[in-house]
């Protein structure tokens, strides 16, 4: 249990919260979603690359949760439950609009989505930090099928087998599409630094 | 081991296999080790992205919204009466919340069976009369959430603004043709929108 779910003074403990939100009590409602609003919202958010989009699926995935929580035994964890809930909703918003979950094995990638090897070139590195913001505008660029497998795995921590029954793809897809998404923001990365470099020297 | 051969099964060693060529190769080889330290960092620092970011307050007031309509938030069983507000908690300001509220419940009893025409009646006259009295009264209560939660001013304002157009423009459909049966429903819909979130600030500025 981390310190936000525990019972700070009057506050109610998130077990407490969720038995008194199958009452309907609007305070347990809110303490639910103040718990959780950030980790559903980022997740959003990095999927979508869009802040409008992200809010209106933070409000789906957080309804659907509360439309359900009547049925929720604490057999899993509510934290568990709830963002896989957000995931199956952003999915769901992506398959919808058309856009790919996930880039097939045999998809043929155009020249500008896929990674460039850099074999044997002599390479700039990143020198050793990436800052916020730098990293999030790179995980905008990326391509969506990319961007989902990235950010549930190395954003989010699910593991591959997770990830390719959320997304429906194999395990070996799941691997090959995150290594390819890291080489294309390292690619981002190091463009993005080039460009500043250019800019700042110029008179 | 060549670049080439190193790079191909580079996905693997990412994923923790990674057996005593490639520690060799990793070793000798600059471009591999920058690229291998660099795909590292990457993956160690979107990890700091996780729970990052805030959502705007009006995500939660949609939410609270939805609920209250789908009958998931029930009220607590607290006395709710003016009378029983201490002193402070009584200001001008109930009186027009409470207005809303009456108003919500006679257009929701309207909803039982009336004519046609009695429900339009009832609509253009409520029409007529609210949002004049509406402007005033939600400068009020946006005033009383300000004082006694800030940060949710601007959701409730934007809440209002957006409740306020919903009525007009079913306010203007309904005079337009007092028959039309989904235009008294979107006019009920609306001032019942409007009532909730009076109810809502309500909830919030009780002590």
Known sequence: MTDARKPQGDRLSESEAIERAKQGDAEAFQLLYDLHKRRV??????????????????????????????????????????????????????????????????????????????????????????????????????????????????????????????????????KSQLHKARMKLRELLKTSRTGRTERASKP | ???????????????????????????????????????????????????????????????????????????????????????????????????SLVIAFGIVVYKGGPSQQQVADKAVAIGVSAPGAGSGDDQQLLEVVGARTPAVRASYAANLQNVNAYIRDAEQTVQNDPNDEEAQHSLMAAYEQKAMVYEMALDRSLP
Not at chain 1, 67 to 73: A, L, S
């Open chain 2, 1 to 99: 081991m060549t670049c080439i051969e190193f790079q191909e099964v580079l996905p693997d060693i990412m994923e923790g296999q990674r057996n005593a060529e490639h520690a060799a190769h990793l070793q000798s080889c600059s471009v591999c080790s920058g690229l291998v330290s660099d795909l590292n960092l990457i993956s160690r620092q979107a990890r700091l992205l996780q729970a990052s970011e805030e959502p705007s307050p009006r995500v939660w007031n949609q939410i609270e919204i939805a609920l209250r309509q789908e009958g998931l938030i029930r009220q607590p069983a607290r006395d709710r009466s003016v009378v029983a507000f201490p002193r402070r908690w009584s200001p001008a300001w109930l009186l027009p919340v409470a207005a």
């Open chain 1, 41 to 174: 919202y980022s997740l959003c958010l990095r999927m979508t690359a869009n802040t409008a989009e992200a809010e209106d699926l933070t409000q789906e995935a957080f309804l659907q949760l509360f439309r359900k929580i009547g049925t929720f035994r604490g057999e899993s964890a509510f934290s568990t439950w709830l963002h896989r809930m957000a995931v199956n909703v952003v999915l769901m918003r992506l398959r919808k609009k058309s856009l790919p979950v996930v880039p097939l094995e045999e998809t043929i990638e155009t020249e500008d989505e896929a990674p460039k090897k850099e074999l044997g070139a002599p390479d700039a590195k990143l020198a050793g930090s990436i800052d916020r913001l730098e990293l999030q505008r790179a995980i905008e660029a990326l391509p969506p099928g990319y961007r989902s497998i990235f950010v549930l795995h190395d954003v989010e921590g699910y593991e591959h087998n997770e990830i390719a029954g959320m997304v429906g793809c194999s395990i070996g897809n799941s």
